[in-house]
């Protein structure tokens, strides 16, 4: 099992502030998705659909010659949750090694301290995408 | 009735117009002292992207739920809810939202378990409000706490239970998922994930009538001879029927409630909250899979 620096920073923001200000955090993090590179914008038969989210998610794993991960996500602005999670997600593994992307722990989820102000749906969706990265990682490392 | 009826020609002819008003209505009465806008979505951040001016926000998961129970909060918790958002028993609640106002529809019924009296939805929800370039804010309303009565929670009026359903074969029960849904070969909406149920199919002798069917593209409600055409005609329900209409948490089947409550004005409809992931979860119950509503079950 493996973290990053990234994943800690986000865990100790959501841990340190009470529940209704958790919400508030997620909003932040939901505008500060990056936007598509416009080679992916071009070209949206290259992404692949997170069917767990139950807004449209599209997500895409570059791994580079040093091994390094490069996530690209996108999500619409009027589904702030889901694009929120997204937006954790890219800030928790982008540019980690590809082995600790794979590794990554997946507690990472429950240790945001969420559970209870989402409904279990959207906790699912956030699973979907992080399994989804794996997957991709893995099928690049090939 | 704190404001009157809309007029409007195109709610004229619903069996009760003073249940829903227009964007329009809403933007002309806004800030008047007791009407209270409510906004209730599926993303519960996105009241706080932007809301109508003045609209408090209601979250179905964390507000509405009972906290450890599968069921909804009680009467003590419910005025300390409305208390909390400013709102008072005698206020014009206006409640709308996102999806097509599934969610606005899913509180008005929890509302009306409490016998919240007047209540509208406004036609076309968010998504409309944002088509006509009407304005949004992020400003959080300044509400002073109102004094919400204790009321108790009426759980035999509008509210279905399963043992309610086990007894209503043969009567009209309408499930209002998606056709793959009702058939069977998903347990879930096309592009959302499974929410826990372990077979897939219908309530035996229910009908699949999609909740989408009652709106328009722009999320608007259809005419009412649209509606009587869907539901009286095609789904053979009138004014004398016991209906109970289920989806997959119940959120869905209170937007085919409105329609049906508010809408065509059948006196008696309550929505199966337990729903789909209840039944299809439950052991020994019946459950029939494929297009047909499937015969009434013996021996249930």
Excluded at chain 1, 73 to 89: H, N, V
Aim: charged share 25%.
């Amino acid at each position: 099992m493996s973290t990053t620096k990234g994943a800690q920073e986000i865990i100790e923001a959501f841990q340190e502030v009470p529940q209704n200000v958790k919400l508030e955090l997620l909003l932040e993090y939901s505008e500060a998705l990056p936007a598509l590179p416009e080679r992916y914008e071009d070209h949206p038969e290259l992404l692949e659909r997170v069917e767990e989210c139950q807004s449209p998610v599209y997500l895409f794993v570059e791994v580079d010659a040093e091994t390094t991960v490069h996530i690209f996500l996108t999500a619409p602005d009027e589904a702030p949750t889901t694009k929120g999670f997204a937006s954790i997600l890219q800030s928790a593994l982008d540019q980690e090694k590809a082995e600790t992307v794979l590794s990554f722990d997946e507690s990472f989820v429950d240790a945001l301290g969420i559970t209870d102000l989402v409904s279990p749906l959207r906790i699912r969706g956030l699973q979907g995408m992080l399994m989804r990265i794996k997957r991709q990682v893995k099928e690049k490392m090939l | 009735m704190s404001f009157p009826v809309e007029s409007n020609p195109r709610f004229a002819d619903y069996a009760h117009p003073e249940a829903i008003v227009s964007t329009q209505w809403v933007s002309e009465n806004l800030g008047k002292p007791g009407l209270v806008l409510v906004e209730c979505n599926e993303d519960i951040l996105l009241y706080s992207t932007g809301h109508i001016e003045g609209a408090v926000k209601v979250d179905w998961h964390t507000e509405l739920n009972h906290p450890d129970n599968r069921d909804y909060i009680d009467g003590e918790q419910m005025a300390a809810l409305l208390s909390s958002k400013g709102i008072s028993r005698e206020d014009t609640i206006v409640l709308y939202g996102d999806k097509s106002n599934w969610w606005a529809t899913y509180a008005m019924w929890v509302f009306k378990l409490f016998g919240h009296e007047d209540i509208r939805i406004m036609d076309g929800g968010r998504a409309k409000w944002i088509e006509e370039g009407r304005e949004l804010t992020k400003d959080l309303p300044t509400t002073a706490a109102t004094n919400y009565p204790v009321v108790t929670r009426d759980d035999s009026t509008i509210r279905a239970f399963k043992d309610d359903v086990l007894e209503h074969f043969g009567k009209p029960m309408i499930d209002v998922r998606s056709p793959l849904e009702y058939t069977g070969e998903k347990l879930h909406m096309p592009d959302y994930p499974n929410e826990g149920a372990s077979r897939g199919g219908h309530i035996p002798t229910a009908r699949s009538v999609p909740w989408s069917k009652a709106v328009n593209e722009d999320q608007t409600f259809k005419t009412l001879e649209e509606l009587n055409q869907i539901y009286r005609v095609d789904a053979g329900i009138s004014d004398s029927s016991d209906v109970i209409a289920y989806c997959r948490i119940g959120e869905r089947s209170s937007h085919t409630w409105f329609v049906l409550r508010y809408l065509l004005g059948i006196p008696k409809v309550r929505n199966y909250d337990g729903s789909w992931t209840e039944w299809g979860s439950t052991v020994r119950v019946p459950i029939v899979k494929g297009e047909e509503p499937g015969a009434v079950p013996v021996g249930f």
